[in-house]
C-alpha cells in the first residue's frame, strides 16, 4: 500500500530549463556551453544546494572556471532563480493527489536564495504537506543524510511511501534505502504508475 508521494521539484513539478534561460539572453551555442559548463554543468553546482545564501568564496570559485566570461557567469548566477519554473499540470496534480487521501512531501537539491523565490511564485507549494530542501540540512541528493532526514522529520513509513525523481542516481539512492522509488519520465506515465500502486 502506498500513502505517502514523495517529489522531487526540479524536472518533475518544474522545469529546470537553464538551456532556454541562456539561449534567451541571445548567446551563440558556444558560449552558451562555455557558461554552462563553468556554472551548473561543473561539480561546484550542487555546493549551492547546501547553502542559504551564494558566498563570495563559491562565486570566485564559478568564475574561475571561466574567467573571461565573468560578466556572464555572474549575470547567470544572479538569475539562477528564474531558470525553474513551474509545470502547468503540477497545480493540479498536488491538489488531485491530496484530494485522494495522499501525503504529499517534496525532496529536493535547492539552495535557500533560489528557493525563497520559487516559494513565493510556485502554485504547488501550497498543497503539499511538507518536506525537506537540501540547503535546510546541507545534504543533497543522493546522500542519505538528505532522505533519512525527511523519513524522520514525518514519521513516514518508507515501506509505504514512493519517491519520485528524474535522476536515476536519487532513484537509486531511495531504494538502497528501503523507499519504494521510480524515476520521473512524464506526467502520464507517473499518474498511471501511481493509479497502479494504488492506495489500498
Not at 513539478?13 to 554552462?36: C, N, P, S, T, V
Not at 485522494?100 to 535547492?110: C, D, E, P, T
Request: proline share 2%; glycine share 6%; aromatic share 12%.
Amino acid at each position: 500500500m502506498i500513502n505517502t508521494l514523495i517529489f522531487d521539484i526540479g524536472n518533475v513539478l518544474a522545469g529546470f530549463d537553464w538551456e532556454d534561460y541562456l539561449r534567451e539572453k541571445g548567446y551563440d551555442r558556444e558560449k552558451l556551453l562555455r557558461i554552462a559548463n563553468a556554472t551548473v554543468c561543473s561539480s561546484l553546482w550542487s555546493e549551492l544546494d547546501r547553502r542559504d545564501s551564494f558566498s563570495q568564496e563559491l562565486i570566485d570559485a564559478f568564475v574561475a572556471n571561466a574567467p573571461e566570461l565573468r560578466e556572464e557567469i555572474l549575470d547567470f548566477l544572479n538569475n539562477s532563480h528564474l531558470t525553474v519554473r513551474e509545470y502547468d499540470y503540477a497545480p493540479g496534480l498536488i491538489m488531485d493527489l491530496k484530494q485522494k487521501g495522499y501525503r504529499v512531501y517534496l525532496l529536493s537539491n535547492y539552495s535557500g536564495r533560489n528557493f525563497r523565490y520559487a516559494r513565493e511564485t510556485f502554485k504547488f507549494l501550497e498543497y503539499v504537506d511538507g518536506g525537506v530542501i537540501s540547503y535546510e540540512i546541507g545534504s543533497v541528493k543522493p546522500e542519505k543524510e538528505i532522505y533519512e532526514a525527511l523519513i524522520k522529520k514525518y514519521g513516514i513509513d518508507r515501506r509505504q511511501a514512493l519517491f519520485i525523481d528524474d535522476l536515476e542516481k536519487n532513484v537509486l539512492a531511495a531504494k538502497h534505502l528501503g523507499i519504494n522509488a521510480v524515476q520521473f519520465t512524464g506526467i502520464d506515465k507517473l499518474r498511471q504508475l501511481i493509479d497502479e500502486a494504488g492506495m489500498y
